[in-house]
């Protein structure tokens, strides 16, 4: 197994080089452009007009709006580079999908002009909504990643990583209902939706001591009432459970949701609860991160090597993971500690560095899918290691 040659790799490069305006300008403007989930217009208007090119557009895929794909080649094998552009409430782009959607499109951009006559299809999905809205477990559900062998994205942080494990999620929407009342002069008359979701809060806080260590159940209040004289009628409340695996979070929900019942009960109200999509468990190929990882360290970026320790964030490529060969290596883009989902990674995914980082990650994605499609036995060991082994989970 060798992978493409050296001199389709060096072309890659030149591409990305040759792509590097175009890819920096568009990770600032869609920095400066901030879009919740499912409502990246702007973001999708911005990274199809870039592929056209080179690619046949399709938009609005798997019923999506802001979703999309690219299609180059025919045949297989298919590659897939991921893109993800939506941001954050209030601090905008503190995940840095800004450079997710820039590198992922650069590298697929780079590979089909550098090494078009390499067999197989490259393909560019724009994945929307991965903050909560679950797009890819969506577009999975649709059928868009059907006939894809292999997916490939990254993600900025603070240490390149090949390989990292994610929790499983699901998100948990409770509404309280009561009766309004005048707080002084008939309160007996009133039944609290908000003394409701008090006990509901104050029961998951008894429950943390009995999950796992590693689960993680969280959540805040979006309504709590509309005047302190007032019984609140109606309160509502975002929460997320979080765990190593979807069986585990699945389990913690089914408590969870036995403490919303009982906090009703004690309270003489009513609750609804909705269900949101489940984020799974990460399986990530190790033989495609290898190759990743070789490409960032041809290029002098130093690889650290995985962690897979306690608790961490989520997300819905885990999903894809499961379903077919896919990799979500990390690239260090701002100082070591500084916190994602912040301010100070707003500031940091918008910095000269972390332009830079980007394209150097697009280069090695890029360089991984010629290997792939260079070597049908390297992507039949990709394949035979999907075939054989689970999510990357703490020891």
């Known amino acids: 197994m060798s992978g493409a040659a050296a001199e389709i790799h060096e072309r890659i490069a030149e591409e990305i080089r040759g792509l590097s305006d175009d890819l920096i300008g568009l990770s600032l403007d869609l920095?400066?452009?901030?879009?919740?989930?499912?409502?990246?217009?702007?973001?999708?208007?911005?990274?199809?007009?870039?592929?056209?090119?080179?690619?046949?557009?399709?938009?609005?895929?798997?019923?999506?709006?802001?979703?999309?794909?690219g299609t180059a080649g025919a045949g297989s094998p298919v590659l897939a580079f991921l893109c993800e552009y939506d941001a954050l409430p209030g601090i905008g782009h503190g995940c840095g999908h800004n450079l997710i959607a820039a590198g992922g499109a650069g590298a697929a951009i780079?590979?089909?002009?550098?090494?078009?006559?390499?067999?197989?299809?490259?393909?560019?999905?724009?994945?929307?909504?991965?903050?909560?809205?679950?797009?890819?477990?969506?577009?999975?559900?649709?059928?868009?990643?059907?006939?894809?062998?292999?997916?490939?994205?990254?993600?900025?942080?603070?240490?390149?990583?090949?390989?990292?494990h994610a929790t499983a999620t699901r998100q948990l929407v409770l509404e309280f209902h009561g009766v309004a009342a005048h707080a002084a002069a008939s309160?007996?008359?009133?039944?609290?939706?908000?003394?409701?979701?008090?006990?509901?809060?104050?029961?998951?806080?008894?429950l943390r001591q009995f999950v796992p260590e590693t689960s993680r159940l969280h959540g805040i209040i979006t309504h709590g009432g509309d005047a302190p004289n007032v019984v609140p009628a109606?309160?509502?409340?975002?929460?997320?459970?979080?765990?190593?695996?979807?069986?585990?979070?699945?389990?913690?929900?089914?408590?969870?949701?036995?403490?919303?019942?009982?906090?009703?009960?004690?309270?003489?109200?009513?609750?609804?609860?909705?269900?949101?999509?489940?984020?799974?468990e990460r399986k990530n190929n190790h033989v495609i991160a290898g190759l990743v990882a070789g490409h960032l360290r041809r290029q002098g970026v130093p690889v650290e090597q995985p962690v897979l320790r306690g608790g961490t964030g989520s997300s819905d490529i885990g999903n894809v993971s499961l379903v077919l060969p896919t990799v979500h290596p990390y690239l260090q883009v701002m100082d070591t500690g500084t916190p994602t989902h912040s301010a100070a990674m707003t500031e940091a995914v918008a910095?000269?560095?972390?332009?830079?980082?980007?394209?150097?990650?697009?280069?090695?994605?890029?360089?991984?899918?010629?290997?792939?499609?260079?070597?049908?036995?390297?992507?039949?060991?990709?394949?035979?290691?999907?075939?054989?082994?689970?999510?990357?989970?703490?020891?």
């Open 351 to 395: 910095l000269p560095r972390a332009q830079q980082a980007m394209l150097r990650m697009a280069t090695a994605l890029a360089c991984a899918g010629a290997d792939l499609l260079a070597d049908p036995e390297l992507f039949d060991a990709a394949r035979a290691e999907f075939a054989t082994s689970g999510p990357d989970l703490p020891s």
């Open 31 to 69: 920095h400066a452009h901030p879009e919740l989930a499912m409502n990246e217009k702007y973001a999708a208007g911005r990274l199809t007009d870039l592929l056209r090119a080179d690619f046949a557009v399709e938009e609005g895929v798997g019923g999506l709006p802001t979703a999309f794909r």
């Open 234 to 280: 109606y309160t509502r409340a975002e929460f997320m459970v979080r765990a190593l695996t979807g069986d585990v979070v699945d389990d913690i929900v089914g408590r969870v949701e036995a403490v919303a019942t009982a906090a009703a009960t004690a309270t003489g109200t009513t609750v609804r609860i909705s269900r949101g999509l489940g984020y799974a």
């Open 110 to 164: 780079a590979l089909r002009r550098a090494a078009p006559e390499l067999p197989g299809t490259v393909s560019c999905i724009g994945t929307p909504g991965e903050e909560g809205a679950g797009g890819k477990v969506l577009l999975l559900e649709a059928g868009v990643f059907e006939g894809v062998d292999a997916a490939l994205m990254f993600h900025p942080g603070d240490t390149t990583m090949p390989i990292r």
């Open 187 to 206: 309160a007996q008359d009133g039944r609290s939706a908000l003394a409701a979701m008090i006990q509901f809060f104050t029961g998951v806080d008894a």
